[in-house]
């Protein structure tokens, strides 16, 4: 028997509520350092999520666990340097695609064009990856490596 608190974790996810989004962005508001690093451990986990379904052939949810893991990652950096793209998200309440985007290429100023190469091919695989299934596992499998490095990178900047 489900408790009062999976109950509503279930009707959350039926209404395609990420529990785990929500959460980080009350952890963002109250307290970003601790926000991003948490961010980044999710980073980690879809990464290892999206490298098992290439084992399962699955190019549609390896798709979608990259683009996860760039998001997060891209979060991650900008609670961590405070961008105006974090700043909006704290008066709307919510990260909009746009928002990452213009995030990406604010950090890649400042930081290098790394994380817009990464989230680039992120936004790519979340589009003809996972919502047209476009993409093969092949393609799946090459993409990712500039995801990894992005990852990489940023676990250098936030620990």
């Not at 980073?43 to 997060?72: M, P, W």
């Not at 990452?100 to 790519?124: F, H, M, N, P, R």
Request: aromatic share 10%; hydrophobic share 40%; net charge negative.
């Amino acid at each position: 028997m489900l408790s009062v608190n999976e109950k509503l974790i279930e009707k959350l996810k039926e209404k395609g509520i990420d529990i785990n989004d929500v959460l980080l962005d009350v952890l963002s508001r109250e307290d970003p350092a601790e926000s991003s690093k948490e961010r980044i451990e999710f980073a980690v986990k879809y990464l290892e999520e999206c490298k098992q379904d290439i084992q399962k052939k699955d190019a549609v949810k390896a798709s979608e666990k990259a683009y996860k893991a760039a998001e997060e990652v891209v979060k991650a950096l900008a609670e961590k340097f405070k961008t105006d793209e974090y700043e909006e998200f704290l008066r709307e309440g919510r990260w909009y695609t746009y928002l990452l985007g213009k995030a990406s290429k604010t950090l890649s100023k400042k930081l290098g064009y790394w994380i817009l190469e990464g989230w680039s091919v992120a936004y790519d695989l979340h589009m003809w990856g996972f919502h047209e299934k476009k993409y093969s596992i092949d393609d799946v499998v090459v993409s990712i490596k500039k995801i990894e490095d992005m990852l990489n990178e940023t676990k250098n900047i936030i620990s």
